[in-house]
């Protein structure tokens, strides 16, 4: 069974940092882009960031760019998001997604092209 499973998420304040974790299982995650999007509650799903299959190009939503880092570990089957510099208007529902290599050309940030998804994680930026 294909799987993703998000960690890393829990509440910091303003200005702090955490960094998601996404693991694969039943594949391997070498062969997909892999995406990051968030949801607050009453919004719509987002995209953050978008990584292609050897990790040498990314792409970042306006809102998060210089702050927010994406990585992949292929060897341990498992992609980064290194968010620092932390906004309220960060807080949401974090999730990871594959999508097909064909996305590498465009990395795009919309949900559509995914198709497997984790359950989320939550993060939340409060003082």
């Known amino acids: 069974q294909l799987q993703l499973v998000e960690s890393g998420g829990g509440l910091v304040q303003p200005g702090g940092s955490l960094r998601l974790s996404c693991v694969a299982s039943?594949?391997?995650?070498?062969?997909?882009?892999i995406g990051w999007f968030r949801q607050a509650p009453g919004k719509e799903r987002e995209g953050v960031s978008c990584i292609n299959r050897s990790g040498g190009m990314s792409n970042y939503a306006d809102s998060v760019k210089g702050r927010f880092t994406i990585s992949r570990d292929n060897a341990k089957n498992t992609v980064y998001l290194q968010m620092n510099s932390l906004k309220p208007e960060d807080t949401g529902v974090y999730y990871c997604?594959?999508?097909?290599?064909?996305?590498?050309?465009?990395?795009?940030?919309?949900?559509?092209?995914?198709?497997?998804w984790g359950q989320g994680t939550q993060v939340t930026v409060s003082s």
């Open positions: 997604a594959a999508g097909s290599g064909v996305l590498s050309f465009t990395l795009s940030l919309r949900p559509e092209p995914y198709r497997t």
């Open positions: 039943g594949f391997t995650l070498d062969g997909y882009v």
